[in-house]
């Protein structure tokens, strides 16, 4: 069954010209791109994306490290759909652990991460982990509807 999720390549992607190389890492394992989005991040969006997160760390720092890593920069952001039982689940293996540093070899921050979140966390920001993936159904719909609808 057909079944898509939202991801999006973050700043240090487009800051490291990788996009073309994970689009390529995605269609090289039959992903199909349904519709994707270069967007200039402002406050209100990027903060309504990590809102749950922002709430759940209640760290000032974090927040400030969410504006400092996002704001005023480009990110595509993409629907993406393959045959699959549980899209959401295969697509955060393919990119791999949130700190790159623990992320498996074959996966895309195994493969191209050049951070950790100790090292994050002791310069209070964000990590630069390359991509975000949703992590449930219900996430998928806030994020396209947040991202594609956002104007």
């Keep these: 069954m057909k079944q ?24 090289d394992h039959e992903y199909h791109i349904e519709r994707s989005m270069e967007v200039i991040v402002d406050e209100k969006l990027i903060l309504s994306h990590y809102e749950e997160v922002i709430k759940a760390v209640n760290k000032d720092y974090f927040k400030d490290g969410v504006l400092r890593a996002f704001l005023g920069k480009k990110v595509l952001a ?13 697509v955060r293996e ?41 992590d449930s159904k219900e996430s998928v719909e806030r994020e396209l509807k947040l991202w594609f609808e956002h104007k």
């Excluded at 898509?4 to 996009?19: A, G, V």
């Excluded at 993409?78 to 295969?90: A, G, P, T």
């Design 78 to 90: 993409f629907e993406i759909s393959k045959d699959s039982n549980d899209v959401i689940h295969e």
């Design 4 to 27: 898509s999720t939202f991801i999006m390549f973050k700043p240090d992607t487009i800051e490291r010209h990788l996009e073309n190389e994970l689009i390529q890492f995605f269609l």
């Design 94 to 134: 393919l990119i791999g652990a949130t700190d790159p540093s623990k992320a498996l070899p074959l996966s895309i921050r195994g493969r191209f991460g050049l951070d950790s979140i100790d090292q994050a966390v002791s310069e209070k920001r964000m990590v630069n982990n390359l991509i975000h993936a949703s």
